[in-house]
């Protein structure tokens, strides 16, 4: 993961980790881009700076595990390309660029002195990058999976079992009062348009249309438009995508996780956690958390994708008509941010 700094920024940040107030928190997250995180300063080299911020990156660089590089156009790239920083946390002393930015909700940033604030929103637990929570505890039918409120640019919810069944009785029933409350939440204050992309099984190749096995997943046009409906005035309606992927292909390793652009959340059974009136309906307990701000966790995400994308790619060419993609967005390659 990439951090960008401005030099106003990064001596502000060093200031707070030795402050009464936040040494604690800063240290913290010190510690975290130290092991985890690629710098990039703001600025065109280290021998334009001054000594003493010299002599502050020489510091910083004992125990770094990244690199460490000197770009001064930084901003310009910003307003040039944003889409080459997202999953990126950008530290810039510019209200400008930065509010803007905030308000999309699409990348992680932060102002001048909100940089321990910014880069410790990556802690899923305290000063921990995993967590497990409980369902029925931690999750619940009125609180459900909460996503930390971190910025988002894509959604994979991958589940094999999540539209699973009839449409009365089954898991595209209780769909509403799961998954869709979820997204209820992300769409309530959002100004910026997502991408969502459901990965899901279905069982129609082996089986004929009456055999009791035979499922062909969701109405997904009416999916789409229950979906759809959920995002504020303000918001651009989401682009969305239903890859049904036939029985057998999605394998245990990489069954049922939520994937987001800082946050990775793998389940031990379906999403579907709650029946309509709030009673636990899954076989499983706990649910992991996962800050992509570690590089291991981040690595791991990757090759998790990488493994879908291959047999998504493999579905999407030979059963075309069993996935439902906007005909203005890509038609392969899905699962890459």
Not at 23 to 41: G, H, P, Q, V, Y
Not at 129 to 152: A, Q, S, Y
Not at 163 to 171: D, L, R
Not at 187 to 200: G, N, P
């Amino acid at each position: 993961m990439d951090c960008y700094f401005d030099i106003s920024n990064y001596i502000e940040f060093s200031k707070q980790t030795v402050a009464k107030e936040s040494k604690e928190t800063a240290s913290e997250c010190l510690r975290m881009i130290k092991k985890n995180f690629n710098i990039i300063i703001n600025h065109e080299s280290f021998d334009s700076l001054e000594e003493d911020i010299q002599i502050l990156l020489e510091e910083f660089q004992s125990g770094f595990e990244g690199k460490l590089e000197f770009r001064n156009d930084v901003k310009k790239n910003l307003s040039d390309a944003q889409e080459d920083f997202l999953g990126s946390i950008i530290l810039l002393d510019d209200d400008t660029i930065i509010q803007p930015l905030k308000n999309k909700q699409q990348i992680l940033v932060g102002s001048l002195y909100e940089e321990t604030k910014t880069l410790s929103r990556l802690f899923i637990d305290q000063f921990d990058m995993h967590k497990e929570e409980r369902i029925g505890h931690d999750i619940t039918f009125d609180n459900n999976i909460n996503l930390r409120n971190l910025p988002i640019n894509k959604i994979f919810i991958i589940d094999r079992y999540l539209f699973k069944g009839s449409e009365i009785g089954g898991n595209i029933s209780l769909f509403e009062y799961n998954t869709l409350k979820i997204l209820k939440k992300i769409f309530k204050d959002r100004h910026s348009r997502i991408d969502l992309i459901f990965v899901y099984q279905i069982n129609n190749i082996n089986v004929s249309r009456d055999h009791k096995e035979f499922d062909e997943g969701p109405n997904k046009e009416k999916l789409v438009s229950r979906i759809k409906s959920l995002v504020n005035k303000n918001c651009p309606k989401p682009n969305i995508c239903l890859i049904a992927v036939p029985k057998g292909k999605i394998a245990d390793e990489h069954d049922r996780h939520i994937i987001t652009d800082y946050l990775r959340i793998k389940s031990g059974d379906s999403f579907t956690y709650f029946t309509s009136n709030g009673e636990i309906c899954s076989k499983s307990l706990l649910v992991d958390f996962y800050s992509q701000g570690k590089k291991d966790y981040n690595l791991n995400t990757i090759t998790l994708m990488n493994k879908i994308n291959d047999y998504t790619n493999e579905v999407i060419e030979k059963y075309p008509g069993d996935s439902y993609i906007p005909k203005n967005y890509r038609q392969k390659d899905l699962i890459v941010f």
